[in-house]
């Protein structure tokens, strides 16, 4: 009886919780795009650490805040189509 109290307990901890099996094309580029603007943005931040050019400086910084945009975009569009849990 005890753990089934904590098993419909946890059920109720996440409502909204749904896991799909299926996805579409576009759920799947959009995923995938998702992913490319992670790396993209993971290594610009990587060139940022090892530039000692001022004109370069500026260059990553510019390009880190665009990775940071595009990736945070491609986070809300899949938040928005319900596949924000597979990022």
Do not use: H
């Not at 904590?6 to 795009?33: G, N, S």
Request: hydrophobic share 40%; proline share 1%.
């Amino acid at each position: 009886m005890n753990s089934e109290l904590q098993l419909k307990d946890k059920r109720r901890l996440f409502p909204a919780t749904r896991i799909r099996t299926k996805m579409t094309a576009e759920d799947q580029e959009i995923l995938r795009a998702a992913q490319d603007a992670r790396d993209d943005w993971i290594d610009a931040s990587a060139g940022f650490e090892q530039v000692y050019d001022e004109m370069l400086v500026d260059y990553f910084t510019y390009k880190l805040k665009a990775c940071e945009s595009r990736y945070i975009y491609f986070v809300r569009l899949a938040k928005e189509k319900g596949i924000s849990f597979y990022i």
